[in-house]
C-alpha cells in the first residue's frame, strides 16, 4: 500500500523526513502512532533454543563464529521514499517500523515470516538516524546504529531486498554485531513519481524478518553473571 506525506518545497530537509517522536529515543523517525513495547526485558535466548537456528537461503555472509542469534524480531512498518518533483525517481530515505519477538514462531515453522499475536507488544523500533545509518532500539539489548555492507535481491521483485547490517561502534550502546533484514514482504518504491507534489514522501508498507547476532563473548558474560545472581 503507497501513501502520501506531503511537505512544502521542492526539497525534503532531514528533520522534516524524520521527525522525533519523543516516546523513544530523540532520533528522526516518520510520524505515526508507537505500541508499547514488552518491558520484561527478555530476549528469545531466555524462551526458545535459536542459537543452531540456520537463515533462509541466501548468498549473504554468513555470520562469523564471534557472533550468537539472540533474537528474531519481525518487523512492521514503512520503507520511505522522497519524490522531488512529479518527473523524479523515488528516493529511498529510510524506514520506520515496530519489532515484535518472533523468535519461536520462526524456530517452530522457518517457512513462514513468523506470526505475532494480536495485541502482543512491541520490544523494540527500527528507524533510521539518517538517510543511511538504520537503528534499532531493542529491550533488553539496548541501542545498535548499522550500516548495511550486503544487499541481495529478494525472491519476489515486490519485495524489498535482503540485506547484512554490521554495527557501528558510534551510536551503539548494545552488543549487537549483526543484523540481517530477510524474509522481506513489499515496500518497493513505486516505479516513479507521476501524481506526487514536489518534496512528498511515499509510505510504502513493509515486513521482515531481522535476525539479531551479538557478541558470544558478551553473552556468555551475561549468561554467567546470571547465573551466579540466581545461586
Known amino acids: 500500500m ?14 522534516l523526513a524524520f521527525p522525533v517522536v519523543p516516546a523513544f529515543k530523540n532520533n528522526f523517525r516518520l510520524p505515526g502512532p508507537q505500541e508499547p513495547r514488552q518491558t ?60 515484535f519477538n518472533a523468535s519461536c514462531a520462526v524456530a517452530s515453522d522457518s517457512d513462514r515470516l513468523g506470526q505475532v499475536n494480536e495485541g502482543a507488544a512491541a520490544i523494540g523500533a527500527h528507524f533510521f538516524v539518517d538517510s543511511t545509518t538504520p537503528d534499532f532500539d531493542i529491550t533488553g539489548l539496548g541501542n545498535t546504529e548499522l550500516k548495511k555492507t550486503e544487499s541481495v535481491a529478494a525472491p519476489q521483485a515486490a519485495d524489498v531486498p535482503w540485506l547484512k547490517l554490521d554495527a557501528q561502534t558510534e551510536g551503539t550502546t548494545s552488543t549487537v554485531k549483526n543484523i540481517y533484514r530477510l524474509k522481506t514482504s513489499g ?24 535476525w539479531v547476532y551479538a557478541s558470544t563473548a558478551a553473552v556468555d558474560a551475561r549468561r554467567r553473571k546470571r547465573d551466579a545472581a540466581s545461586l
Open 2 to 15: 503507497h501513501s502520501t506525506l506531503f511537505i512544502a518545497g521542492l526539497t525534503l530537509p532531514l528533520a
Open 40 to 99: 520484561n526485558g527478555t530476549t528469545s535466548a531466555e524462551t526458545c533454543n535459536i542459537s543452531k537456528l540456520a537463515q533462509p537461503t541466501s548468498t549473504l555472509t554468513p555470520p562469523g563464529d564471534d557472533v550468537s542469534l539472540v533474537l528474531i524480531a519481525v518487523g512492521h512498518g514503512t520503507q520511505n521514499y522522497t519524490c522531488a518533483t512529479p518527473t523524479a525517481t523515488p528516493v529511498a530515505i529510510g524506514a520506520v517500523a515496530q519489532l
Open 187 to 210: 515496500g518497493v518504491a513505486p516505479a516513479n513519481c507521476t501524481g506526487q507534489a514536489p518534496g512528498s514522501v511515499v509510505t510504502v508498507e513493509y515486513q521482515a524478518q531481522y
